[in-house]
């Protein structure tokens, strides 16, 4: 059974490879527009779009 991970959670767990040589120069990006808006606390506003790339890069990663 899949677990539930927090849009936050899956945010904050990216955030962890970013000093590493495991994401893209695009997964880069989109992971640290991913921190702003955590930061800002606006990850609640996420397109349906982002929502699924953000669910793509974290079970590529944690899965």
Avoid: C
Avoid at 25 to 31: G, L, R
Avoid at 36 to 46: A, C, E, G, K, P
């Amino acid at each position: 059974m899949p677990r539930l991970v927090s849009t936050e959670t899956m945010v904050q767990q990216l955030e962890g490879l970013l000093d590493t040589n495991d994401l893209s120069p695009w997964e880069i990006a989109f992971v640290l527009t991913m921190k702003n808006r955590r930061i800002q606390r606006t990850l609640t506003r996420l397109t349906d779009r982002q929502v699924e790339r953000l669910d793509e890069l974290y079970r590529k990663h944690f899965a």
